[in-house]
């Protein structure tokens, strides 16, 4: 297929405009720039920048975010019955739609849960050695004394190795209870609320906001996102893809 009409099916720019940034040398295929008209790519296999930003362009590719809600199962399906994740992806999945989420998050914490059928992105993002960000807003009990951030941006040692937050932010005190922004590339189980156990704070309410360049914004609890051609180029950049 011709480049053009790729990236036009990508929802890039119109076929035109497309062939304006090819022109300008604003296009990569498999890492060498482009610049010449009617090149034929196999989208199912090219990797194509534009700007240096990764497009998506196989038409089978699914990139979603969820809010999950409070009390759900970061699963597709319950043995026990409990509302889950696939019980709002279900439509889709009966279109045929092979989902699968980036991680969990635990039933108690609510936000930001990607699901994709993106093999390669979903790995990395979940392994731990590409460190992707992700940022939480955590409700503890009590007024934190100072020196609690100094602590949990030094790192804490756990029963499972040492822990840390790259970003430490009190928002808001308010009731006995304090609100925090932390962010942190951790991806241990519980391991936000483990960090502020370990401090004397715990945790009452949890939610993600973040991860990587993907925002939850105010996506209201239990809808569904298709994400931007942004926030999944930011994701492939983030990860090396």
């Not at 300008?24 to 240096?52: C, K, W």
Request: with cysteine; glycine share 10%; hydrophobic share 40%.
């Amino acid at each position: 297929m011709r480049l053009q009409k790729v990236l036009a099916q990508a929802g890039v720019a119109s076929r035109r405009a497309a062939e304006n940034l090819i022109e300008q040398g604003r296009v990569e295929v498999d890492d060498r720039i482009v610049t010449s008209q009617g090149l034929r790519i196999d989208p199912e296999n090219a990797v194509v920048r534009v700007d240096g930003v990764r497009v998506v362009v196989q038409k089978d590719l699914v990139h979603i975010a969820l809010n999950k809600p409070r009390g759900w199962q970061s699963t597709m399906s319950d043995d026990l019955g409990r509302p889950c994740v696939g019980d709002i992806v279900s439509e889709r999945v009966a279109a045929g739609q092979r989902l699968f989420h980036v991680g969990r998050l635990d039933a108690d914490t609510e936000g930001l849960l990607l699901l994709t059928n993106d093999g390669d992105l979903a790995h990395r993002l979940m392994h731990p050695s590409f460190e992707v960000s992700k940022t939480y807003l955590a409700t503890v009990s009590g007024h934190l004394a100072k020196g609690v951030s100094k602590k949990l941006r030094d790192g804490i040692e756990l029963e499972d190795g040492p822990a840390k937050v790259d970003a430490f932010t009190l928002l808001d005190v308010n009731e006995g209870k304090s609100l925090v922004r932390v962010s942190l590339h951790e991806g241990r189980k519980h391991i936000v609320r483990r960090l502020f156990d370990a401090v004397g704070y715990p945790v009452v309410r949890l939610v993600r906001t973040d991860v990587g360049a993907v925002a939850l914004g105010d996506q209201r609890p239990g809808t569904l996102r298709v994400l931007g051609r942004g926030e999944v180029g930011g994701l492939y950049k983030a990860v090396g893809l």
